[in-house]
C-alpha cells in the first residue's frame, strides 16, 4: 500500500473511482466526481491534502481537503477546513483502507496547522478517525434547526483549544453546490461516463424536492424529464415533462405548502401551527435548487 499526492496524470481515473464509489450510496447516482473535478481549481482547494492511496500500482482511494468558513453567533468568521469526497473503491471497501488512508491525511493537515475539521458522514465509521457530533462542541449544521442533535454532521479539533468555547454555524464550501448550480454542465460532463441506473437504497440520505421539500424515498415520487425518464431532484407535483407544473415564487409555494401542515404534523415529535411551519420553510426552501440563489 502506497499513499502519494494526486498528479495531473491521475484526474479521470481518481473521478471515476471516486463516481464508481458513492454511486447510489447518499443518494441516486452521485455528483461528488464532478464536485472534485470543478473543485481542484478552486481557491479553497489544498492541494498539499490531495491524496491517493495505491494497492499493487492501482488507484484504490482519494481524499481531498478543503478551507471552509465558521459563522460564529457574534456575526464573526472563524476559519476552519472541512474534506472529503473521500473515495474508496468498492473492491477494497470495509477492509480498513478508508481508516488508513484518512488518519494519514489527517496528521498530514496537523502538520500543516489545521485547527477544526467538520464533515457530513457516518458516525460509526468516523468516530474511529477521532470525530464526534459536531453539536457537542455547539457547531450548528447550516441546513438544521439550531437545536437539532444531527448524527451525520460531526467534527474533531486537531489543535487543543483551537475551537475554544465558542459557538457558530457551519455551512459546506460553495463549491461542493456545482453540480446544482451548474446542472446542464453537470450533465454534460456525467455523459463522457458509461451509464448507471440511479436508484433509490436504503441508508441514503433524504431527499427532497427541490421545489416544495416534500420527501422522495420511491420512483413514483418523482418528476420526469422532457424524453420521459424519471428526475430525481423534484417531486410528481412540481415537476412532470421537463417543466415545471406552476410557475410561482417561492413565497408561493410556502403559502401553498402550508395548507398541508396537517398531514405533516402525523410525522412530527410535536404538532406545528401553521405560522411555525411556515416559518421552518422560510429557512429551508432557500437551500432548495429551484430558489438557491
Given at each position: 500500500m502506497n499513499i502519494r499526492l494526486e498528479e495531473t496524470k491521475d484526474f479521470r481515473e481518481v473521478e471515476n473511482l471516486t463516481r464508481e464509489a458513492f454511486w447510489n450510496v447518499y443518494r441516486p447516482g452521485c455528483t461528488e466526481h464532478y464536485v472534485l473535478n470543478q473543485f481542484r481549481t478552486n481557491p479553497d482547494f489544498i492541494?498539499?491534502?490531495?491524496?491517493?492511496?495505491?494497492?499493487?500500482?492501482?488507484?484504490?482511494?482519494h481524499v481531498m481537503f478543503s478551507k471552509a468558513e465558521m459563522?460564529?453567533?457574534?456575526?464573526?468568521?472563524?476559519?476552519?477546513?472541512?474534506?472529503?469526497?473521500?473515495s474508496i473503491h468498492p473492491d477494497y471497501k470495509r477492509k480498513g483502507y478508508g481508516l488508513k488512508l484518512l488518519k494519514y491525511a489527517i496528521e498530514k493537515a496537523k502538520e500543516m496547522g489545521i485547527g477544526l475539521l467538520q464533515m457530513e458522514g457516518?458516525?460509526?465509521?468516523?468516530?474511529?478517525?477521532?470525530?464526534?457530533l459536531a453539536g457537542k462542541m455547539k457547531i450548528h449544521y447550516h441546513a438544521e434547526p439550531r437545536d437539532a442533535e444531527v448524527p451525520y454532521?460531526?467534527?474533531?479539533?486537531?489543535m487543543p483549544g483551537y475551537w475554544g468555547n465558542r459557538e457558530g454555524t457551519y455551512c459546506p464550501p460553495k463549491g461542493y453546490f456545482v453540480a446544482d448550480e451548474n446542472p446542464e454542465a453537470f450533465e454534460a460532463y456525467e455523459a463522457t461516463f458509461p451509464q448507471k441506473e440511479k436508484a433509490f437504497q436504503p441508508g441514503q440520505l433524504p431527499q427532497f424536492c427541490q421545489s416544495c421539500g416534500m420527501p422522495l424515498t420511491r420512483i413514483e415520487d418523482c418528476g420526469t424529464n422532457a424524453e420521459g425518464s424519471t428526475n430525481f431532484d423534484y417531486c410528481q407535483y412540481c415537476y412532470r415533462d421537463g417543466k415545471f407544473?406552476?410557475?410561482?415564487?417561492?413565497?408561493?409555494?410556502?403559502?401553498?405548502?402550508?395548507?398541508?401542515?396537517?398531514?405533516?404534523?402525523?410525522?412530527?415529535?410535536?404538532?406545528?401551527?401553521?405560522e411555525e411551519y411556515k416559518q421552518m420553510m422560510r429557512g429551508f426552501f432557500p437551500m432548495l435548487k429551484r430558489w438557491r440563489k
Open positions: 492541494p498539499e491534502l490531495d491524496f491517493v492511496m495505491e494497492e499493487d500500482g492501482k488507484i484504490i482511494g459563522m460564529l453567533d457574534d456575526g464573526t468568521v472563524f476559519p476552519s477546513w472541512t474534506f472529503g469526497p473521500i457516518n458516525y460509526e465509521f468516523y468516530k474511529h478517525a477521532g470525530f464526534d454532521f460531526l467534527a474533531q479539533e486537531l407544473l406552476q410557475e410561482c415564487t417561492m413565497d408561493e409555494m410556502i403559502e401553498h405548502c402550508a395548507q398541508f401542515v396537517d398531514e405533516v404534523n402525523k410525522n412530527m415529535p410535536r404538532p406545528m401551527t401553521e
